[in-house]
């Protein structure tokens, strides 16, 4: 019921900035909590931002936080994640995902749809 397209993703080195997009479609995706998760080889899915559908409260786990920022764009139907300062334990397939409700939950197990993923690789 709802389509995530995610897109820029990429290699780059450490220290450097990627913005990464994602682009909603479907049923009321302007009405939903969105996230990006991220997911290493042979580690677990994490939770890297939510925001919910008013674009306030937005959440990061600790070892994001004032590197990336996530934001939303309702009127064009887009969530960004901007990171900066990137290390080369970011380097990850991140994952867009929305759930069925405007306020956001941490866990992967709580959003109900997914997209493709971008993989982001960065380098010493």
């Known amino acids: 019921q709802v389509q995530l397209v995610e897109s820029g993703g990429g290699s780059v080195q450490a220290g450097g900035s990627l913005r990464l997009s994602c682009v909603a479609s479907?049923?009321?995706?302007?009405?939903?909590?969105m996230g990006w998760f991220r997911q290493a080889p042979g580690k677990d899915r994490e939770a890297v931002a939510t925001?919910?559908?008013?674009?306030?409260?937005?959440y990061y786990a600790d070892s994001m936080k004032g590197r990336f920022t996530i934001s939303r764009d309702n009127a064009k139907n887009t969530v960004y994640l901007q990171m900066d300062t990137l290390k080369p334990e970011d380097t990850a397939m991140y994952y867009c995902?929305?759930?069925?409700?405007?306020?956001?939950?941490?866990?992967?197990?709580?959003?109900?749809?997914w997209g493709q993923g971008t993989q982001v690789t960065v380098s010493s």
């Open positions: 995902a929305a759930r069925n409700y405007a306020w956001c939950q941490v866990s992967a197990a709580e959003f109900n749809y």
């Open positions: 479907g049923a009321a995706p302007r009405t939903r909590c």
């Open positions: 925001i919910p559908s008013g674009g306030g409260s937005t």
